[in-house]
């Protein structure tokens, strides 16, 4: 049974710092392409940045570039978005993914397996 599991959320503000962690079981995270998403109510989950399988290549959504870093740790089989520079538009339940396909890697489509999300809320 293969379940990813988010944590580190919270509310902070403008400026602040978070990192999220994406703990992963049933599957190993090194050998699927692996992103990070988030969704505000009434919107559709958006990309935010991913990383590959084998040697990690990554890659961010407009809004995260420079902001935001996406890290694994292979010993521990986890996933991390290193969020900097926080905004409020920032603000939204961050989800973490696993897919086959680093080509797929901008689509929700291109992953099988989904997070619970983890809430971040940023105050101005």
């Known amino acids: 049974q293969v379940q990813l599991v988010e944590s580190g959320g919270g509310l902070v503000q403008t400026g602040d710092s978070l990192r999220l962690s994406c703990a992963a079981s049933?599957?190993?995270?090194?050998?699927?392409?692996m992103g990070w998403f988030r969704q505000t109510l009434g919107k559709e989950r958006e990309f935010v940045g991913g990383?590959?399988?084998?040697?990690?290549?990554?890659t961010y959504a407009g809004s995260a570039k420079d902001r935001f870093t996406v890290s694994r740790d292979n010993a521990k089989n986890t996933v991390y978005l290193q969020m900097n520079s926080l905004k409020p538009e920032d603000t939204a339940a961050y989800y973490c993914?696993?897919?086959?396909?680093?080509?797929?890697?901008?689509?929700?489509?291109?992953?099988?397996?989904w997070g619970q999300g983890t809430q971040v809320t940023v105050s101005s």
């Open positions: 049933g599957i190993t995270t090194s050998r699927h392409s």
């Open positions: 993914a696993a897919g086959p396909r680093w080509r797929d890697r901008y689509s929700i489509s291109g992953y099988d397996y």
């Open positions: 990383i590959s399988a084998g040697v990690g290549k990554t």
